[in-house]
């Protein structure tokens, strides 16, 4: 019975039902965001990219370094 009134239903539509455009409108603002909250993400994005540039230079020093010692190694063999 639901099938048959869903069915009914979705046959007597009209064809401006289908031009429509309420999936294509832009969606709503999103709800006000506290500035500090926006403000403080922004730091601690800062602060995690920072730290990911110390920790590179840190990687390319001990690759050097592991580099120059292995170097030394062979030369003393």
């Known amino acids: ?3 048959r009134s869903l ?3 979705l046959s007597n539509r009209k064809g ?11 969606p709503p603002p999103p709800t ?3 500035d500090s909250k926006v ?3 922004i730091q601690e994005w800062k602060n995690i990219t920072e730290e990911n540039e110390k920790l ?3 990687i ?3 690759t050097e370094e592991k580099s120059e010692l ?3 190694n062979e030369n003393s063999t």
């Open 39 to 41: 403000k403080s993400s």
């Open 16 to 26: 401006s039902d289908v031009t429509d455009d309420t999936y294509t409108k832009t």
């Open 7 to 9: 069915f009914y239903s």
């Open 56 to 58: 590179k230079a840190n």
């Open 70 to 72: 292995e170097e030394k």
């Open 60 to 62: 390319m020093m001990l």
């Open 32 to 34: 006000s965001v506290d």
């Open 1 to 3: 019975m639901v099938a």
